[in-house]
């Protein structure tokens, strides 16, 4: 029981902790990108990671280890699926950020500026997966109340 509040809870947390990164990184983006915002976009890049493998443990635990509906149940709900849907529409617009980001990364802990003329491009896929996040709580929301079931 209490192993079960304490997932939903990491689950949730992971939720502001998130959207929350995920909105700094797009606003971090827009800005400046010297040093200093290079900094700011690499720590809300960072808590995004943070919040997204808090998510992935917590879901699939949650979703697979017989702590909460069951995999039945679950995987027999069209809300579930579609959350899911949303999450991987998440991850495969991260995959090119991310490996954007860490070259950045790479190039600053060198000691150089590295090419950001895609940031508004960058800004831009962190702000639809921000809208991509909302769309997945409001599909949570209704999935707990029972909707959804096929």
């Known amino acids: 029981m209490i192993l ?4 939903a809870a990491l689950h949730l947390l992971a939720l502001g902790i998130g959207l929350g990164a995920v909105y700094a990184r797009a606003r ?4 400046p990108l010297d040093t200093s915002g290079l900094r700011r976009v ?3 890049d960072s808590w995004w990671g943070v919040a997204a493998g808090l998510w992935i443990v917590t879901g699939l635990i949650r979703a697979l280890g017989g702590y909460e509906k069951g995999t039945d149940y679950y995987f027999h709900n069209h ?8 999450l991987a529409l998440i991850l495969l ?3 090119g950020v991310m490996l954007r980001l860490i070259l950045w990364r790479r190039a600053v802990a060198h000691g150089t500026l590295p090419d950001t003329h895609r940031a ?3 800004a831009s896929i962190s702000m639809v ?12 929301t209704g999935m707990a109340r029972g909707f959804g079931a096929k």
Do not use: C
């Not at 971090?28 to 800005?31: D, P, Q, V």
């Open 4 to 7: 079960r509040w304490l997932l």
């Open 28 to 31: 971090a983006l827009r800005g």
């Open 42 to 44: 690499f720590v809300a």
């Open 79 to 86: 809300l579930f699926l579609t959350k899911m849907g949303f």
């Open 93 to 95: 617009l991260e995959v």
């Open 120 to 122: 508004p491009r960058y």
């Open 129 to 140: 997966q921000a809208i991509l996040v909302l769309l997945m709580v409001a599909a949570a």
